[in-house]
Each structure stands twice: as C-alpha cells, then as structure tokens.
C-alpha cells in the first residue's frame, strides 16, 4: 500500500526546471512576459505602474534580437571557409543599436532637480572620475567570446528570470554588463569593418 502511495506522488510544480542557464531565447522571452503581466497586476488601480506596452515591445524586441543576432555572429565566424567581416560588422552594429535603446527604456537616466545650493556645491567638490572600464580584446574571435559571455551574463540576470528576488545588486550588474555589451559591439563593428577593406 505504501508502494502505491508513493507511485503516484508527483514532483511539486518548478521542482523539474531546468537550470536557468540552459533555456533559449523563447523561454527568456517567455520569463519577460509574465515580468509585465505581473507588473501590471501590482496595482491594477495605478496607471503609472509597470512599463507602457510601446516600451515594453521595444524591451522584448531588443532583448530577443540581441540573442538571435549573437547567434548569427557566432555562425557567420564558425561557419564557412572565409569569414564574411564585413556581415559581422553590419551585425554587430545592429545589436549595438538595440542594446543601446535598452539601455535607455530599461535604465533611463535619472535627472536630479538642481538648486542654487546644489550647484553652488557641486562647483566646490571636484567632479567624480569613472574607473577606467577594462581593455577589450584585440581580436575578433576573443571579441566574439567576451560578447557572447557578456550576453549570457545579461540575459540570466535574476532582473529578468525572478524579479521577486532581485534586487540593487542585481539591477547595477545587469546596468554594467549592458554597458559592456554596448562598448563590445561597438568594438567589434569598428574592428569587423577595418579588417574588411
């Protein structure tokens, strides 16, 4: 009787995913989706609540394309006698384009009001330098891996898999890598179109 019992337990829902790591493109986008709708169910009385539906397609879009195109950045590079520079340089400045419009709907610059006193104490306190970001790879196939890394690295953030638990930290590194992203597909398209000529 107890064989019975226990034959017929099943394994508690979530129990059975698969490591967030391993999902594709479909499944992340499918994790973006129920970010909005629960967004929007926060407080159904609060129109200024979760992001605007033109804004969120533009999320989604980019947030998709980034990952299809770094898929056909890797193919174009692995694939093919010769590799076609100048097809990765067009690519590559294409996920630039949306990994910068991502970065302005997803963290858009906060303007701080300023006042006469304000600005009388910023004109005292020298400005404030940002660390040096750190060098790129010199080479296209290094440039291709640190993107891809970065990528990866973005797209698993628990900002996106499970906005219940993240948190400042999670935002700031989600913020960094994006800006990465921006500096390495950038790099690369600058790099693929010098190569090509």
Not at 134 to 150: G, H, K, Y
Not at 177 to 187: H, S
Request: charged content about 30%.
């Amino acid at each position: 009787m107890c064989s019975a019992i226990s034959a017929q337990h099943e394994t508690p829902a979530g129990a059975g995913d698969k490591n967030l790591e391993d999902r594709n493109v479909k499944g992340r986008s499918i994790d973006l989706e129920r970010v909005k709708r629960d967004a929007s169910k926060s407080d159904p009385k609060d129109s200024t609540s979760g992001v605007p539906p033109l804004i969120f397609q533009e999320i989604k879009e980019d947030f998709e394309g980034l990952q299809l195109r770094q898929d056909e950045i890797r193919k174009i590079y692995s694939e093919g006698k010769q590799v076609d520079l100048s097809k990765i340089g067009a690519v590559a400045g294409l996920m630039n384009a949306s990994a910068t419009r991502l970065q302005r709907n997803l963290f858009p610059p906060i303007e701080e009001p300023k006042t006469k006193k304000k600005a009388k104490d910023q004109k005292e306190q020298p400005a404030k330098v940002d660390a040096t970001p750190e060098p790129l790879p010199q080479n296209i196939r290094s440039m291709i891996v640190a993107q891809d890394d970065t990528l990866a690295a973005f797209v698993v953030n628990p900002m996106f898999t499970n906005p219940q638990v993240s948190n400042f930290d999670d935002t700031a590194k989600a913020h960094a890598a994006l800006k990465k992203l921006i500096r390495l597909t950038a790099a690369l398209r600058e790099m693929a179109a010098k190569k090509a000529q």
